[in-house]
């Protein structure tokens, strides 16, 4: 048997093997890797993100230091103009945002502060009005939310000052929370500065 004879049947064994076989079909498609996610999938993703900002709650629930249902609670951050600080603790500013934690169980005012201080910085919402009541029948202490609130608002960044709220918005019962700008205001007021 020659090489040519051997060469043949070889062939002629790898066709038959693969005799049944299709060729794919060309497609002029591209796949761009961006596929839309069934319902499912969406509602799957919505609920991990959601579960995340829970565990990611860093809020403190360690030792507070107890504030008397009638003091005035205030913070400002360096930085803070003072006749900024001055308009927020006159209650001049429009109030983008109520936060009633009054009737709330302590874990679900600590999640729902947390959470509402995040979407409102994000949606640019600068000034917040939160109600936390006096609490003077509060347990283990009087004004027990009231002091857990004030410990909460230093330790969120986007918290730039607070400051009690005028009668009319609560009195020592409330809080006017003023944030920072979120980035997309910054490059507004910058722009708006730099056609000047």
Known sequence: MTNNEIW??????FLNEFKDVKPIKKTDKVL?????????????RQAIEASQHIINNYLSVEKVEPVDP???ISFKQDGVQQGVFKNVRLGKYKIDFVLNLQQHK???ARTLLFTQILK???DGERMLLIKHGLGL???PFPAFLKS???QWLLQMPEVIAYYTAQPNHGGNSAVYVL???????????????RKK
């Open 8 to 13: 043949d049947d070889d062939l002629d064994a």
């Open 32 to 44: 761009t890797g961006q596929q839309k996610n069934t319902l499912a999938q969406q509602l799957k």
């Open 70 to 72: 009638y003091d005035h």
């Open 106 to 108: 302590f874990e679900q």
């Open 120 to 122: 409102s910085h994000h």
């Open 137 to 139: 029948r509060s347990q």
């Open 148 to 150: 857990y609130v004030q």
């Open 179 to 193: 944030l920072k700008k979120n980035q997309q205001e910054k490059d507004e007021n910058r722009e708006l500065h």
